[in-house]
């Protein structure tokens, strides 16, 4: 159990200065201080102090050798996550959980294209009631955040984001301005299925990086038989004087 536990320790190590971008061999998970970490998710510095109590252990079970796997395994997933202020990591969750499931990916594209081109024949008329200036608002709304919570696993969603959000709709206030609502939401239409073009796609090629990875099959497991006889054992030759 100790080798198990001091390989995971030595995992966390590198994860440790891959996250806060220190050369190999710098961090020695004994005496380091999770404290240091404040740019972290609160659950990777509880992993990391989950690890330091395994690998103290003078003699560690099972249990904490799968534990110690499992929780290098949960620093490993939040060390890739990118670094994102406290304001744009909750939309990055949020778009997190949207890509796990399939469903609600698809139903979030396509109900912001579908509100867009709702918008689009709303505004077209010259005359707009309360109600299709409610379901206006709901739509620019829906569209705006949509698109938002795709940017947050983009690059650079620190800038992304907040310029796309007050840059959209800045640009829809001028173009209604100037032209009119449908124009606004022509253009939101347009956003809306360029970026779930640039979702379908990335899911795509992911899926494709996936399933090109090698993955080792573990040799099946097969219960130690005490009477079989192979070439070689102690079993040989009182069997070859028998024949």
């Not at 994860?15 to 005496?31: C, H, N, Q, R």
């Not at 890509?99 to 505004?123: C, D, K, P, Q």
């Not at 996936?210 to 099959?217: A, C, G, L, R, T």
Request: proline letters at 5%.
């Amino acid at each position: 159990m100790k080798a198990i536990i001091a390989a995971e320790t030595k995992r966390a190590e590198s994860l440790i200065e891959g996250f806060m971008g220190l050369p190999p061999e710098t961090v020695d998970l004994a005496t380091f201080n999770a404290a240091v970490l404040k740019q972290a998710p609160k659950e990777f510095v509880k992993a990391v102090e989950a690890i330091q109590r395994i690998s103290e252990k003078a003699a560690p079970s099972q249990n904490d050798a799968a534990f110690a796997v499992n929780v290098v395994d949960l620093m490993a997933e939040y060390a890739q996550r990118p670094k994102m202020s406290p304001a744009i990591e909750p939309l990055w969750k949020a778009e997190h959980l949207v890509r796990e499931s399939g469903l609600g990916w698809t139903l979030r594209h396509l109900l912001a294209v579908a509100l867009s081109f709702g918008g689009l024949i709303a505004g077209a008329s010259q005359d707009m009631s309360m109600n299709a200036q409610a379901y206006a608002y709901l739509a620019l709304i829906f569209a705006v955040g949509s698109g938002a919570l795709h940017l947050t696993h983009g690059r650079d969603p620190e800038v992304k984001v907040p310029l796309f959000v007050f840059g959209s709709l800045i640009g829809f206030c001028l173009l209604t301005a100037k032209f009119s609502a449908a124009v606004g939401f022509l253009a939101l239409l347009a956003v809306s299925v360029i970026f779930m073009l640039s979702s379908l796609i990335g899911l795509m090629s992911g899926a494709t990086n996936k399933s090109s990875i090698y993955e080792p099959q573990m040799p099946q497991q097969v219960e130690y038989n005490h009477y079989v006889i192979t070439e070689g054992n102690e079993m040989s030759e009182p069997m070859r004087q028998l024949k």
